[in-house]
């Protein structure tokens, strides 16, 4: 898939929001230079089990040090044969080498800046430190399904940093569109904060208007415990709910003066929830779902991901692969979407550290 063909992005980010960023755009065939630290390069190349491979094979490693006047120097030259910039310094850090958006747009109006951070580049909240876990506490996101956990250090889902990468590729790609409009570059402020909110965006507009954030527990819709392991199951419309008790062999459960209505159920969510199970306790969750499914019921057997990841199903979606790495062949998820009968897997080795910064930068030596 090379719609992005032509296309050069230099990656100044680290970690993962940015790299997740730059990673989509080299799915769709921008040339990414990764430009990292000497020494250590990407503070997450030595984390275990592919997690640095997930967000940078296909692209190219160049080694800079931005601390000296030299590395700065071979940046601008690189900037200047570039499309986009993208980094997640904290605000200000990119002022400091001499990157801000000011001396950039007057230097290269073409090039557009991508500025990954935790609450923006402006605003009382900008200068606070971030990561993942932090901006969604502060934001609320963690409290919407994280309430009434027993165990404080339940950190929760990891999904805020890959979802702030993806709004900051969607929010590239719409600035390369407007640029084919007006031949300028542009700035962009995306902060994982505003992507929380967009993420949860529904609950937002709930707690703003006096509701709640949480679409809190209904007792016809859950995960519940079958003979071997635990399904989801959706009966929450009364159609379904009375295909639901058919099926499971309770035919007159509605029927008890606890479970009769929706307010007697969700006063008696225990003892509904406990009748659910004894029935689901005759047959093994796949068993159950083959027979929901054929029912028009919602539901799914609460499996591993890498259940599903090497299942039938994944392995037809064609988007996963295997990409060359120094320590062997990792597993790497492509794009999220499907064009035609285009290729969507990730392509490129996962570049060593410095790897390609002598065919880049032949003046570095």
Same mark, same amino acid.
Not at 31 to 45: A, C, S
Not at 99 to 113: A, E, K
């Given at each position: 898939?090379?719609?992005?063909?032509?296309?050069?992005?230099?990656?100044? %980010? +680290?970690?993962?929001?940015?790299?997740?960023?730059?990673?989509?755009?080299?799915?769709?065939?921008?040339?990414?230079?990764?430009?990292?630290?000497?020494g250590?390069? !990407? @503070?997450?190349?030595?984390r275990? =089990?592919?997690?640095?491979?997930?967000?940078?094979?296909?692209?190219?490693?160049?080694?800079? @040090?931005?601390?000296? #006047?030299?590395?700065? *120097?071979a940046?601008?030259?690189?900037?200047?044969?570039?499309?986009?910039?993208? *980094?997640?310094?904290?605000?200000?850090?990119?002022?400091?080498?001499?990157?801000?958006? !000011?001396r950039l =747009?007057? !230097?290269?109006?073409?090039?557009?800046s991508?500025?990954?951070?935790?609450?923006g580049?402006?605003?009382?909240?900008?200068?606070?430190?971030a990561?993942?876990?932090?901006?969604?506490?502060?934001?609320?996101?963690? &409290?919407?399904?994280?309430?009434?956990?027993?165990?404080?250090?339940?950190?929760?889902?990891?999904?805020?940093?890959?979802f702030?990468?993806?709004?900051?590729?969607?929010?590239?790609? $719409?600035a390369?569109?407007?640029?084919?409009? %007006?031949?300028?570059?542009?700035?962009? @402020?995306?902060?994982m904060l505003?992507?929380?909110?967009v993420?949860?965006?529904?609950?937002?507009?709930?707690?703003?208007?006096?509701?709640?954030?949480?679409?809190?527990?209904?007792?016809?819709?859950?995960?519940?415990?079958?003979?071997?392991?635990?399904?989801?199951?959706?009966?929450? =419309?009364?159609?379904?709910?009375?295909?639901?008790? @058919?099926?499971?062999? #309770?035919?007159d459960l509605?029927?008890?003066?606890?479970?009769?209505?929706?307010?007697?159920r969700?006063?008696n $969510?225990? #003892?509904?929830?406990?009748?659910?199970?004894?029935?689901? #306790?005759?047959?093994?969750? +796949?068993?159950?779902?083959?027979?929901?499914?054929?029912?028009?019921?919602?539901?799914?057997?609460?499996?591993?991901?890498?259940?599903t990841? &090497?299942?039938? +199903?994944?392995?037809?979606?064609?988007?996963i692969?295997?990409?060359d %790495?120094?320590?062997?062949?990792?597993p790497?998820?492509g %794009?999220?979407?499907?064009?035609?009968? *285009?290729?969507?897997?990730?392509?490129?080795?996962?570049?060593?550290?410095?790897? =390609?910064?002598?065919?880049?930068?032949?003046?570095?030596?």
């Amino acid at each position: 898939m090379n719609v992005l063909e032509g296309i050069r992005v230099i990656d100044l %980010t +680290h970690a993962l929001a940015g790299p997740m960023c730059t990673q989509q755009l080299a799915l769709l065939g921008a040339e990414v230079i990764k430009i990292e630290p000497p020494g250590t390069g !990407d @503070d997450f190349r030595p984390r275990p =089990h592919g997690r640095f491979a997930a967000v940078n094979a296909g692209k190219k490693s160049v080694v800079l @040090d931005l601390k000296s #006047a030299q590395g700065r *120097e071979a940046l601008l030259s690189l900037l200047a044969t570039a499309d986009v910039v993208v *980094e997640n310094f904290r605000p200000g850090g990119a002022a400091s080498l001499g990157l801000d958006w !000011d001396r950039l =747009h007057q !230097d290269f109006p073409r090039l557009i800046s991508c500025s990954i951070s935790g609450y923006g580049q402006d605003g009382p909240m900008a200068p606070m430190p971030a990561i993942e876990w932090s901006v969604q506490a502060t934001s609320g996101l963690s &409290n919407v399904y994280l309430r009434g956990r027993d165990d404080p250090l339940d950190l929760g889902i990891g999904i805020l940093d890959p979802f702030t990468g993806y709004v900051a590729f969607s929010g590239i790609l $719409a600035a390369l569109i407007k640029r084919q409009r %007006t031949d300028r570059g542009e700035r962009l @402020d995306v902060a994982m904060l505003d992507a929380a909110y967009v993420l949860a965006c529904g609950s937002v507009t709930a707690a703003l208007l006096g509701g709640s954030d949480s679409l809190g527990s209904r007792p016809t819709m859950g995960r519940y415990m079958a003979r071997d392991r635990r399904i989801f199951i959706a009966a929450l =419309h009364p159609k379904w709910l009375a295909r639901l008790v @058919d099926l499971i062999g #309770a035919p007159d459960l509605l029927k008890d003066e606890r479970f009769a209505t929706e307010a007697a159920r969700n006063g008696n $969510a225990q #003892a509904f929830v406990a009748e659910i199970e004894r029935h689901l #306790a005759s047959r093994d969750a +796949h068993e159950w779902e083959a027979m929901l499914m054929e029912a028009g019921i919602p539901a799914g057997v609460m499996r591993s991901i890498a259940e599903t990841a &090497n299942g039938d +199903h994944v392995r037809g979606r064609d988007f996963i692969a295997a990409v060359d %790495t120094e320590n062997g062949p990792v597993p790497v998820v492509g %794009t999220g979407f499907r064009m035609g009968d *285009e290729r969507r897997k990730a392509v490129g080795a996962v570049p060593r550290l410095g790897e =390609h910064t002598r065919t880049i930068l032949p003046q570095a030596d």
